[in-house]
């Protein structure tokens, strides 16, 4: 039997199988509907898992690792410079950029961001 709430998806869906020219049949509309709802229960069915029988295992403890938010929004100032480099680099650049999705200058930024902290950690008295 057709409920109430179903109704208006059924006039939606008379209206949809009638533009298409295929048949609008009571019986073939309840059974749509009635199918249509048995899988979204399905889908929609909520399975418990329950961790808390038998052991766990090893567990080993992992120290925090990840940036407080203040170091993550923390931005070194930056100074605008012109700087000529080769065609074969900028293209370079800017094809990774492109295959990354990313942008060219930001490469090179870091780039020269990273050799920098390496150079100066390196030569660290």
């Known amino acids: 039997m057709i409920k109430r709430t ?3 998806a059924l006039v939606e869906l008379k209206k949809g199988l009638s533009q298409l020219d295929l048949p609008t049949d009571p019986i073939l509309l ?4 009635q199918d249509t709802r ?3 229960q399905r889908f929609m ?3 418990t898992v329950n961790y808390t029988e038998g052991p766990i295992g090893r567990v080993q403890v992992v120290s925090d690792f990840l940036p407080s938010p203040e ?3 923390f931005k070194e100032p ?3 410079v012109t700087l ?3 065609k074969s680099t900028l293209d370079f650049f800017k094809q990774q950029a492109s295959s990354h999705h990313g942008k060219y200058q930001r490469m090179i930024r870091t ?3 990273e050799y920098v902290a390496h150079y100066i950690n390196s030569h660290a008295s």
């Open 111 to 113: 780039l020269l961001d």
């Open 84 to 86: 000529s480099l080769s």
């Open 30 to 33: 309840e059974y749509l509907a």
């Open 71 to 73: 170091e993550l929004t």
């Open 45 to 47: 069915k909520k399975t």
């Open 38 to 40: 048995e899988k979204e």
């Open 78 to 80: 930056q100074v605008k």
């Open 6 to 8: 179903d109704t208006f």
